[in-house]
């Protein structure tokens, strides 16, 4: 079983657009609701799969309800902690030619007996779990810190864990030792404080955060692929995508991959980079079942192309 944990969920709105003109009315010619959160999508991977899945989630006023509602028709067991203030509403603007411009709100800042309850809550579910995902950004009201001792507690629980989030609070929770993080590129760059230029850059980015602590990165690296760089060594993994329709949800999908195959070593990689490709093939935040995935078109290696640009490297 795998829970997932996402402090600060949300309602995530995807609006279609010829193309996005400031200042003006602009018509939308699709639109969809998608239940979000990196946690839930990653839960919304897990159950795709057919494998059993806990989201762990504050919820709250009627975004969270029909966040709640969603959840429940896509058959994903939800382990719902009430609070007061109202779950977010994010919304993706996809323009015609692809560009995706998203606007994450802040969400609403939980009271400390809010934030106890999520804590028990995580604590009641993962008994037994195999892993505990813990994903996204930390809503206010919750510290830096809120992470790591979730690390912490997942160790003395004897459950592993994978954590995807960025900022103070990875930086925190690398010193906990969680035994995967999963940064992207742009993480990778801000945690470490350096510019990443090539594959190989963000190898010794990678390599970086193992130092501070992490047992494992999984770093996502979009169109150029990932890279997992653990204590047995590093891996390399990419695969082809011909049309790219929306790159939401593409990590959490990966993650999930990741998780699915065991967490660990090249054989979790390949799924990971499957997952990641297949979500990116799929509109909005929709996340992969195995029908959609195409393991032939997935190359993983370790012999690792340092020296190759990134096609969106991070200055
Ligand atoms: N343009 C693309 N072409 C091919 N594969 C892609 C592309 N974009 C993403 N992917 C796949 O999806 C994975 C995850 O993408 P990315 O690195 O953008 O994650 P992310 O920034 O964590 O995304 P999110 O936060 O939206 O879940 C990539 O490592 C890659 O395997
Ligand atoms: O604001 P955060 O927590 O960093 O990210 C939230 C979010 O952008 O992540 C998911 C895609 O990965 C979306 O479902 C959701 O809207």
Redesign the pocket.
Known sequence: MIVTVTPNPSLDRTYEVPSLDRGEVVRATGERVDPGG?GVNVSRAVAAAGRRTVAVLPLGGAPGALVADLLDAQGIEVAPVPVAGATRSNIALAEADGVLTKINAPGPELTAAEQEALLEAVRRRSRGADWIACCGSLPRGLAPSWYADLVARAHTAGVRIALDTSGPALLAALRAGPDVVKP??EELAQATGRPLATVGDAVRAAQELRGLGARAVLA????D??LLVDGAGVWFGA?R?DS?RS??????S?LAGFLLAGGTGGRALASA?AH??A??RLPGSVMPGPHDLDPAAVAVTTEIPVDRPLAEPVP
Do not use: E, M
């Open positions: 990196k992207n590129a996502s690296l979009g169109a692929g990932q695969a995508v790219v790159n939401v949800g593409a990590g959490d990966s980079v990641g490709a979500a990116v």
